[in-house]
């Protein structure tokens, strides 16, 4: 691949939904970009949509002056008021966006709110490269043949191996107490997990050894989606 793709190129081509391109944006795997390729950070990104809603509330405003009686009170009620009232939602939840980074975002618990950050996303740019590897991850690192390890070493290499698994599990549960939507795909590459999720040797545990280790703590298990085949 080469240059950029659109985020409905990369939802097709990695067979995922609106909400999974957004917990690509937050575990790492994909970092989105304008049309100009200047990183988009959250807070960019809520900013922009408060724009778009100033907009429109100004839009409706001077509408209404051309309207008179029922007519203009039916337009107050059922589409100034409740667009004033998402508004002053979303100006109040870009206050809380204290971090730049996606993988420190969590994932809004407004349904109308996490929509437009999916929306937003769907229409942002990717580097191809980037997507490549997110639709090849086995072609990121070709691990060596390990070799039979000693008596100790192994004993020691199972005690590492339980303690990167109790930590791991202690940060899954952490996140899916605030984002129970979170999928098991997306909590393997969150990036705490994949600090903590490394061998001895600084290479990583597999997915499916992660996997193992949380799936049972996954308040939503869903069957995961594997890449398209190019």
């Given at each position: ?7 409905g190129q990369v939802k097709?081509?990695?067979?995922m ?6 917990q690509g ?5 994909l970092?989105?970009h ?7 950070t ?8 408060v724009g778009?809603?100033?907009q429109?509330?100004s839009?409706?405003?001077?509408a209404?002056?051309?309207?008179i009686?029922?007519?203009r009170?039916r337009?107050i009620?059922?589409q ?7 508004l002053?939602?979303?100006k109040?939840?870009?206050?809380t966006?204290k ?5 420190e975002f ?12 999916t ?7 990717y580097?191809?490269?980037e997507?490549d ?22 004993k020691?290499?199972?005690a590492?191996?339980?303690?990167c ?8 549960k952490?996140i899916?107490e ?14 705490e997990?994949?600090?903590?999720a ?10 499916m050894?992660i ?5 049972d703590l996954?308040?939503a ?6 890449p398209?085949?190019?």
């Amino acid at each position: 691949m080469q240059g950029w793709l659109q985020g409905g190129q990369v939802k097709a081509l990695a067979r995922m939904t609106d909400t999974e391109v957004l917990q690509g944006c937050i575990t790492g795997r994909l970092t989105p970009h304008d049309d100009q390729g200047r990183p988009i950070t959250p807070a960019d990104l809520m900013a922009r949509h408060v724009g778009e809603l100033e907009q429109e509330l100004s839009r409706l405003d001077e509408a209404a002056w051309d309207l008179i009686g029922a007519e203009r009170e039916r337009m107050i009620v059922h589409q100034i008021e409740p667009l004033q009232d998402r508004l002053q939602s979303c100006k109040a939840y870009l206050q809380t966006i204290k971090s730049p980074k996606w993988d420190e975002f969590e994932l809004p618990q407004d349904r109308a709110i996490e929509g437009c950050f999916t929306g937003c996303l769907i229409n942002a740019r990717y580097r191809a490269e980037e997507v490549d590897r997110l639709l090849h991850p086995e072609s990121e690192a070709v691990q060596a043949p390990e070799e039979k390890p000693l008596a100790d070493e192994s004993k020691s290499a199972r005690a590492f191996a339980q303690a990167c698994n109790e930590k791991c599990r202690e940060i899954a549960k952490r996140i899916w107490e605030r984002q129970p939507d979170f999928t098991i795909a997306a909590m393997i590459r969150h990036s705490e997990i994949a600090r903590c999720a490394r061998k001895p040797d600084g290479n990583p545990y597999s997915d499916m050894t992660i996997r193992n280790w949380i799936r049972d703590l996954c308040p939503a298990p869903k069957p995961g989606r594997r890449p398209a085949t190019l």
